[in-house]
């Protein structure tokens, strides 16, 4: 028998998005039906909303999630019912050219439920990411779950669904930061926070935060940036230099997705350095340079899917990090709302009036 639940469903393109009851199948072959205890409000969420992903409406929103697992279709092995997982989007499948080569981040067939959850009257829902978490229960496929420590809390572990993962990823993973390095990052939202904070863990010397709101450049500071730069009130590229011994830094990362600002990215970084684009650009957007000064800069220009990360590597890891005191998970979360709260906590996020919002059942 299905279950019947709330969830929050997009049903047209920049239309409000409303509170439903949801029908969710019992798990079948490789399944997992997954009680959501919290959900953070992602900019993805929003991108569906108003039609930036694609147009398969209705939506069921939600993906940054953290649940209990209520039950297991048949052949599920990995997680069992009662375990504390964090929703992932990438379920690797084990047998595409990237799993078959060790790079299993990278994996080209990642998988879903196959079953879908509807609407009251049987429309079908399309879940965002492949999780629609915005929902008190919801059914995914049982990669989606990865167990961790059930002692952290689900609105600080969830984050790591989406947001967090990617900004610590895009430092860490893709970009490679290491003991010593000089780091720049664009953009002070979760990712870039996310990105800071990645930074950090992994012994950069220098970390140095771009911005255009002093709002958001002193929540870099607590995730440990070292220097600051309002790029509305000085030439973002030049303070970068200044604060880098005039060399540029090793590592620059581009959070916000914008040609204008990736630009500046790839201008404030030294030579042979790396240049990670992590946040999501519109596209229809373009970037042109001349291809002599790539080749003359050396170093590498790379793009960051999800961090580049291994969600059976590292979300455990980071989970138990955060609760020996080493990642400061719980900044990130700015308050907690319930599931009628969503529109309005998408209006909070456009406004940058937040890190993240994130919906307690």
Not at 62 to 73: N, P
Not at 258 to 271: C, K, T, W
Request: a negative charge; proline letters at 5%; aromatic letters at 6%.
């Amino acid at each position: 028998m299905p279950h019947e639940v709330r969830g929050v469903v997009a049903r047209a393109v920049k239309e409000p998005v409303s509170l439903e009851t949801i029908l969710v199948p019992d798990p079948g072959p490789g399944e997992a039906l997954v009680k959501v205890q919290a959900c953070g409000v992602c900019h993805t969420d929003l991108h569906y909303r108003e039609g930036g992903i694609n147009d398969d409406f209705p939506f069921l929103l939600g993906h940054e999630a953290a649940g209990i697992v209520e039950s297991v279709g048949p052949d599920v092995t990995d997680v069992a019912p009662g375990d504390f997982v964090i929703l992932n989007w990438r379920a690797v499948c084990g047998q595409c050219r990237s799993c078959r080569r060790g790079k299993p981040w990278y994996c080209f067939a990642t998988h879903n439920a196959t079953q879908k959850m509807t609407l009251a009257d049987g429309t079908p829902l399309s879940p965002a990411l492949g999780i629609g978490a915005f929902a008190e229960k919801t059914l995914v496929a049982a990669g989606q779950c990865t167990k961790v420590d059930a002692s952290a809390r689900p609105e600080v572990a969830g984050l790591l669904g989406c947001g967090v993962m990617a900004g610590i990823g895009a430092a860490i993973n893709t970009g490679g930061v290491g003991r010593g390095d000089t780091v720049a990052v664009f953009g002070c939202g979760g990712v870039g926070d996310a990105a800071i904070a990645g930074a950090r863990l992994a012994g950069a010397r220098t970390i140095v935060a771009v911005d255009v709101d002093d709002r958001k450049l002193e929540w870099a500071r607590q995730f440990g940036a070292t220097h600051t730069v309002n790029g509305r009130n000085e030439d973002a590229v030049a303070a970068v230099k200044r604060h880098t011994e005039g060399n540029g830094a090793d590592v620059t990362i581009d959070a916000v997705g914008h040609p204008e600002v990736f630009q500046q990215a790839y201008d404030s970084r030294d030579l042979a350095g790396t240049t990670v684009l992590v946040g999501v650009p519109n596209p229809s957007m373009t970037w042109t340079t001349a291809l002599i000064d790539i080749f003359g800069r050396g170093g590498s220009l790379k793009s960051s899917w999800y961090g580049d990360c291994l969600p059976s590597r590292d979300f455990p890891l980071l989970v138990d990090l955060h609760l020996q005191g080493r990642l400061p998970l719980d900044l990130f979360v700015s308050e907690t709302i319930g599931l009628e709260d969503v529109e309005e906590a998408f209006h909070k996020m456009e406004r940058g009036e937040v890190l993240r919002s994130v919906v307690l059942f």
